[in-house]
Antibody, heavy 122, light 107 residues
Framework: EVQLIESGGGLVQPGGSLRLSCVASGFSLEQYAVHWVRQTPGKGLEWVSGISWKSGSLGYAESVLGRFTMTRDTAKTSIYLHMNSLRSEDTALYYC???????????????WGQGTVVTVSS | EVVLTQSPATLSLSPGDRATLSCRASQSVRTSLAWYQQQPGQAPRLLIYDASNRATDIPARFSGTGSGTDFSLTISSLEPEDSAVYYCQQSSNWPPTFGPGTKLEIK
């Protein structure tokens, strides 16, 4: 079964840091890019960042550029979102999502995790 | 970036009705448009990709049309479980972007 499982969310103060994890199973991270998408009641769904094994980082949304970094592990089973200098507007439900098309830098997302909640508040 | 606009914001229909949801792009996205269904407390679920292709295990009552800037998602005969928020997403131009969603209520 193709699956993505996120973890690492929580409550953090403004200016703090957090690392989200996404464990992938049932497909090859060498073939499919994985992205982070966040959701807030006010702004809806927002793409955050993406990574592919071949190309590395696919980029970041302007709203997180310079503060968030996406990495992958050498075991080729997990990806991470390192979030620094967190702001209240980063409060959201963070999903990792699998690209629907192999080796594509941009595509639809055909598998989503259940999400992990990040709350930035003092 | 490409801005997607969805209409209507809310749609209230009865079981058996036909629903048509619209998504308009601020510039051409060719046929690189997807539709998602999100039910309360769940992650988005891919329904349609490349404007008109149903994703795996999606019932035939869901169909998508369009190209360029204007797209539609049609649900031919509504079931109670179709009550959800529906989002469009473009994958033509970087970065990928989503529409604000249409909330479909089944009376």
């Amino acid at each position: 079964e193709v699956q993505l499982i996120e973890s690492g969310g929580g409550l953090v103060q403004p200016g703090g840091s957090l690392r989200l994890s996404c464990v992938a199973s049932g497909f090859s991270l060498e073939q499919y890019a994985v992205h982070w998408v966040r959701q807030t009641p006010g702004k809806g769904l927002e793409w955050v960042s993406g990574i592919s094994w071949k190309s590395g980082s696919l980029g970041y949304a302007e709203s997180v550029l310079g503060r968030f970094t996406m990495t992958r592990d050498t075991a080729k089973t997990s990806i991470y979102l390192h979030m620094n200098s967190l702001r209240s507007e980063d409060t959201a439900l963070y999903y990792c999502a699998k690209a629907s098309r192999p080796l594509a830098t941009i595509s639809a997302f055909d598998v989503w995790g259940q999400g992990t909640v990040v709350t930035v508040s003092s | 970036e490409v801005v997607l606009t969805q209409s209507p914001a809310t749609l209230s229909l009865s079981p058996g009705d036909r629903a048509t949801l619209s998504c308009r792009a601020s510039q051409s996205v060719r046929t690189s448009l997807a539709w998602y269904q999100q039910q309360p407390g769940q992650a988005p679920r891919l329904l349609i990709y490349d404007a008109s292709n149903r994703a795996t295990d999606i019932p035939a009552r869901f169909s998508g049309t369009g190209s360029g800037t204007d797209f539609s998602l049609t649900i031919s005969s509504l079931e109670p479980e179709d009550s959800a928020v529906y989002y469009c997403q473009q994958s033509s131009n970087w970065p990928p972007t989503f529409g604000p969603g249409t909330k479909l209520e089944i009376k």
